[in-house]
T-cell receptor, first 115, second 109 residues
Framework: GAVVSQHPSWVICKSGTSVKIECRSLDFQATTMFWYRQFPKQSLMLMATSNEGSKATYEQGVEKDKFLINHASLTLSTLTVTSAHPEDSSFYIC???????????FGPGTRLTVT | GQNIDQPTEMTATEGAIVQINCTYQTSGFNGLFWYQQHAGEAPTFLSYNVLDGLEEKGRFSSFLSRSKGYSYLLLKELQMKDSASYLCAVRDSNYQLIWGAGTKLIIKP
């Protein structure tokens, strides 16, 4: 089956610094990638949808200047959390959609802790 | 507004059968998905229904009734490793996935 990787799997950073998370589709071309955030014991919350080569579409309430998304190729999307604060600590998950419209494969997630 | 309801938590016994229900009200319908998520891990795809009826895949089956806005996930021959959260998600007319809050399934020996 299709594989999506994320890097890093976990990261600890200091308040005020920026963190970049990479999401790669390893064996298929992902025309659309999704970024989710999940707080403990809560469901997934879609942050943004990105299509290769175009600007990401952010969900209401998600600051686009704080969560920078770049989908530069059909296999790579990056999420940069800028000027991170402790409240940004969360589990960030990407998913990628392939050629069949119902396929959406999830990466393993990145646990971000901001101290 | 768009809404997906599923029970918060369910408990079942190893070897038994459990049915997790999901009801939805969305703007448009382009398929319903079930995902399994173990604690601290990303969701994994279980099933996809777009037409009414039952889809069987091994120990797991998923049912859909579009007229009733209703689906269920049926898990048979429960194993301890099935302890996880089960997420119901509906794709709306904009092809956006609308997520339920998830059902935490606890399996007891």
């Amino acid at each position: 089956g299709a594989v999506v990787s994320q890097h890093p799997s976990w990261v600890i950073c200091k308040s005020g610094t920026s963190v970049k998370i990479e999401c790669r589709s390893l064996d298929f071309q992902a025309t659309t990638m999704f970024w989710y955030r999940q707080f403990p014991k809560q469901s997934l919350m879609l942050m943004a949808t990105s299509n290769e080569g175009s600007k990401a579409t952010y969900e209401q309430g998600v600051e686009k200047d704080k969560f920078l998304i770049n989908h530069a190729s059909l296999t790579l999307s990056t999420l940069t959390v800028t000027s991170a604060h402790p409240e940004d600590s969360s589990f960030y998950i990407c998913s990628a959609r392939g050629s069949l419209d119902y396929e959406q494969y999830f990466g393993p997630g990145t646990r971000l802790t901001v101290t | 507004g768009q809404n997906i309801d599923q029970p918060t938590e369910m408990t079942a016994t190893e070897g038994a059968i459990v049915q997790i229900n999901c009801t939805y009200q969305t703007s448009g319908f382009n398929g319903l998905f079930w995902y399994q998520q173990h604690a601290g891990e990303a969701p994994t795809f279980l099933s996809y229904n777009v037409l009414d009826g039952l889809e069987e895949k091994g120990r797991f089956s998923s049912f859909l009734s579009r007229s009733k806005g209703y689906s269920y996930l049926l898990l048979k021959e429960l194993q301890m490793k099935d302890s996880a959260s089960y997420l119901c998600a509906v794709r709306d007319s904009n092809y956006q996935l609308i997520w339920g809050a998830g059902t935490k399934l606890i399996i007891k020996p």
